[in-house]
Nanobody
């Protein structure tokens, strides 16, 4: 019922920045948890951060805290992942996801199995 369209990603040198976008097609994000995950070769998909659409409250993995920022544009029904001070270890395929159901304003989904709808992913490669 929810289609997520991603944009952004690409190649960047260490210390650089990228901004990823994730927009809903056909449905609004209103009330949903919107998460960002990443998966590097040979590793499990890991939580990067998430935002509660209703409240704007965010949560981040310790590995990206202070460097990555999640924001939303309500009018555009789009969520962003601003990635600053990128490191080679940030190299991965980045996915946006939504739970597809309304969450309370205080709840942040952090687990892969809490998300039912996923974007196609976009490659982020950080060179040293």
């Amino acid at each position: 019922q929810v289609q997520l369209v991603q944009s952004g990603g690409g190649l960047v040198q260490a210390g650089g920045s990228l901004r990823l976008s994730c927009a809903a097609s056909g449905r609004t994000f209103s009330g949903y948890s919107m998460g960002w995950f990443r998966q590097a070769p040979g590793k499990e998909r890991e939580f990067v951060g998430a935002i509660n659409w209703n409240s704007g409250i965010t949560s981040y993995a310790d590995s990206v805290k202070g460097r990555f920022t999640i924001s939303r544009d309500i009018a555009k029904n789009t969520v962003y992942l601003q990635m600053n001070s990128l490191k080679p270890e940030d190299t991965a395929v980045y996915y946006c996801a939504t739970g597809g159901v309304v969450d309370s304003k205080a709840y942040i989904r952090r687990n892969v199995n809490e998300y039912g709808y996923w974007g196609p992913g976009t490659q982020v490669t950080v060179s040293s």
